[in-house]
């Protein structure tokens, strides 16, 4: 953790200045969180730091006094807020009752995103932690396991409380740009915030995470957080199946490296995607027969394959999108970003090439196994 007195010394905290709280400089900060919601003072925890222009409550009058009453109850290390948006001025009474709290009260500089004073403060306290060689030592301990599942790895990482047996699984995290260390920084804070057990290690341009089974739930709501505070950055996690912790650390990252290249042969830029969602998908590319039946799935669609090679068209994404869709034209032509009218032009043509049995429901399933076939031979770089 790190100190209020400490957080305003950061680059990101540049023209920050202190309102109120000055004998609580001192308070101890272990997380961040942004508030703008009414019933704010229900989602305070202790050594935490908010963030907020106070919207959610400048038509209260004593909406300001609440929140700084909770957070003394609750124990949270003070407030950063934004004047000028919502409120002007913090009022004397609120800066009287912060002062008798020691509770800081911050100035933020209105220019700067939340998300840049997260990450930055984030990363300084993730630097801070006095368990940070502990989390290297456990990734060296999980990289070895993913080399050699040497038993000497296995009993060190047990003396950390991974108990062999343990229902565990491996999961892959991807983004195109790959991650910064402040990104994966953040994305450690909002895990432990999310009280989840993990080892975090680097394999090549992604993050390995090794995650107890019975937390998936957490790490779902953990991953939308992560997504949410990132800028112009799309991120893909594959998952492999649940198995006790023992020798299937190798298998397990099997799984999560074929999810998430099935998730880009199908041309997901978001997602979460557990090995089992597509392990039938798997199986047919594992098929000893793989090239006869891409070759086959290629001449079903050639039709519109070679008017867009030709023509320059769309047909084959606009097919895609608009079985994704489950048929629904409206989400297909905001996904496209088109008209709805020249989706449907699409789709007559898609038809008129094709002939439109295809696009019977009966034969959706049938269609969908040649898009992914023929997706799996133009991007045959991540299928190899």
Same mark, same amino acid.
């Given at each position: 953790?790190?100190?209020?007195?400490?957080?305003?010394?950061?680059?990101?905290?540049?023209?920050?200045? #202190?309102?109120?709280?000055? +004998?609580?400089?001192?308070?101890?900060?272990?997380? %961040?969180?942004?508030?703008? =919601?009414?019933?704010?003072?229900?989602?305070?925890?202790?050594?935490?730091?908010?963030?907020?222009?106070?919207?959610?409550?400048?038509?209260?009058?004593?909406?300001?006094?609440?929140?700084?009453?909770?957070?003394?109850?609750?124990?949270?290390?003070?407030?950063?807020?934004?004047?000028?948006?919502?409120?002007? =001025?913090?009022?004397?009474?609120?800066?009287?009752?912060?002062?008798?709290?020691?509770?800081?009260?911050? @100035?933020?500089?209105?220019?700067?995103?939340? =998300?840049?004073?997260?990450?930055?403060?984030?990363?300084?306290?993730?630097? @801070?932690?006095?368990?940070?060689?502990?989390?290297?030592?456990?990734?060296?301990?999980?990289?070895?396991?993913?080399?050699?599942?040497?038993?000497?790895?296995?009993?060190?990482?047990?003396?950390?409380?991974?108990?062999?047996?343990?229902?565990?699984?491996?999961?892959?995290?991807?983004?195109? /740009?790959?991650?910064?260390?402040?990104?994966?920084?953040?994305?450690?804070?909002?895990? %432990?915030?999310?009280?989840?057990?993990?080892? %975090?290690?680097? *394999?090549?341009?992604?993050?390995?995470?090794?995650?107890?089974?019975?937390?998936?739930?957490?790490?779902?709501?953990?991953?939308?957080?992560?997504?949410?505070?990132?800028?112009?950055?799309?991120? #893909?996690?594959?998952?492999?199946?649940?198995?006790?912790? @023992?020798?299937?650390?190798?298998?397990?990252?099997?799984?999560?490296?074929?999810?998430?290249?099935?998730?880009?042969?199908?041309?997901?830029?978001?997602?979460?995607? /557990?090995?089992?969602?597509?392990?039938?998908?798997?199986?047919?590319?594992?098929?000893?027969?793989?090239?006869?039946?891409?070759?086959?799935?290629?001449?079903?669609?050639?039709?519109?394959?070679?008017?867009? +090679?030709?023509?320059?068209?769309?047909?084959?994404?606009? %097919?895609? =999108?608009?079985?994704?869709?489950?048929?629904?034209?409206?989400?297909?032509?905001?996904?496209? +970003?088109?008209?709805?009218?020249?989706?449907?032009?699409?789709?007559?043509?898609?038809?008129?090439?094709?002939?439109?049995?295809?696009?019977?429901? *009966?034969?959706? /399933?049938?269609?969908?196994?040649?898009?992914?076939?023929?997706?799996?031979?133009?991007?045959?770089?991540?299928?190899?």
């Amino acid at each position: 953790m790190i100190s209020v007195r400490e957080m305003l010394k950061l680059p990101a905290l540049s023209g920050s200045y #202190l309102l109120a709280g000055q +004998n609580g400089l001192d308070r101890k900060i272990k997380y %961040l969180d942004i508030l703008e =919601v009414p019933d704010a003072e229900n989602w305070l925890a202790p050594d935490e730091f908010l963030l907020t222009t106070a919207f959610a409550i400048k038509d209260s009058k004593d909406g300001l006094k609440k929140i700084i009453t909770a957070g003394a109850d609750k124990k949270v290390a003070g407030f950063g807020i934004k004047l000028g948006r919502y409120i002007n =001025v913090l009022p004397e009474q609120v800066i009287q009752i912060a002062n008798s709290y020691s509770m800081p009260i911050i @100035s933020l500089p209105t220019h700067i995103p939340y =998300v840049e004073i997260i990450k930055e403060v984030m990363s300084k306290i993730i630097k @801070s932690e006095e368990n940070t060689e502990k989390s290297i030592e456990k990734a060296d301990l999980l990289i070895q396991l993913i080399n050699d599942e040497t038993e000497i790895a296995f009993d060190e990482l047990e003396s950390f409380g991974w108990e062999r047996g343990t229902p565990i699984r491996i999961g892959l995290l991807s983004s195109s /740009p790959c991650f910064s260390d402040e990104e994966i920084s953040l994305f450690r804070y909002i895990l %432990l915030k999310s009280d989840l057990d993990f080892i %975090l290690a680097s *394999q090549q341009d992604d993050i390995l995470m090794l995650l107890r089974d019975t937390q998936i739930g957490n790490l779902y709501n953990a991953i939308h957080s992560f997504e949410s505070r990132l800028e112009c950055k799309k991120i #893909l996690l594959s998952l492999s199946e649940p198995r006790p912790f @023992s020798k299937c650390i190798r298998h397990c990252l099997y799984e999560a490296k074929i999810a998430i290249k099935i998730a880009k042969i199908l041309g997901y830029s978001s997602c979460i995607i /557990p090995f089992s969602d597509v392990k039938l998908l798997s199986l047919i590319l594992e098929h000893p027969q793989i090239k006869d039946l891409v070759l086959v799935a290629s001449n079903m669609l050639s039709p519109i394959i070679e008017h867009d +090679n030709l023509k320059g068209s769309e047909l084959f994404e606009t %097919l895609k =999108v608009y079985l994704e869709s489950g048929k629904n034209q409206q989400t297909a032509s905001s996904l496209l +970003n088109i008209h709805r009218n020249t989706l449907k032009y699409r789709i007559k043509q898609i038809e008129d090439l094709l002939g439109n049995q295809y696009l019977a429901d *009966q034969n959706t /399933p049938l269609l969908w196994l040649a898009i992914f076939l023929c997706s799996t031979l133009h991007n045959k770089t991540e299928f190899d």
